[in-house]
């Protein structure tokens, strides 16, 4: 599984929790922050990429998107199309017609 886009707080908090689980592997991360995303790839044994297109291009299974819910909509659509597994914290989208949209996309 890889987290990003976003490896800030939550997703720290969230990482923590699935590293616990026997059939999860936390194997990439990526962040608008390329310090933040190493920092956290860092800690949890991790590749840091600086984009979801390489982070989809080492082979993950799923993405966990852990970002502001005004930064939801665009940051879904690469891993959708890609057939990734998708795990997004917080709203689908910053306000309902987004989100509508956006789940009838994938």
């Known amino acids: 599984m890889a987290i990003g886009p976003?490896?800030?707080?939550?997703?720290?908090r969230h990482a923590t929790v699935l590293a616990g689980f026997?059939?999860?592997?936390?194997?990439?991360?990526?962040?608008r922050d390329p310090a933040r995303a190493r920092e956290f790839a860092r800690t949890f044994g991790a590749t840091a990429f600086s984009d979801v297109t390489g982070l989809l291009a080492s082979g993950v299974d799923?993405?966990?998107?852990c970002v502001p819910p005004?930064?939801?909509?665009?940051l879904e659509y690469e891993p959708a199309a890609a057939g990734?597994?998708?795990?997004?914290?917080k709203p689908l989208g910053p306000d309902e017609a987004t989100?509508?949209?956006?789940?009838?996309?994938?």
Not at 6 to 12: I, L, S
């Open 6 to 12: 976003g490896a800030g707080g939550v997703a720290t």
């Open 22 to 31: 026997d059939d999860v592997e936390l194997v990439a991360a990526t962040d």
């Open 62 to 65: 799923a993405v966990y998107v």
């Open 70 to 74: 005004s930064g939801h909509g665009q």
């Open 84 to 89: 990734v597994a998708l795990f997004v914290e």
């Open 99 to 106: 989100a509508e949209s956006d789940r009838h996309r994938g």
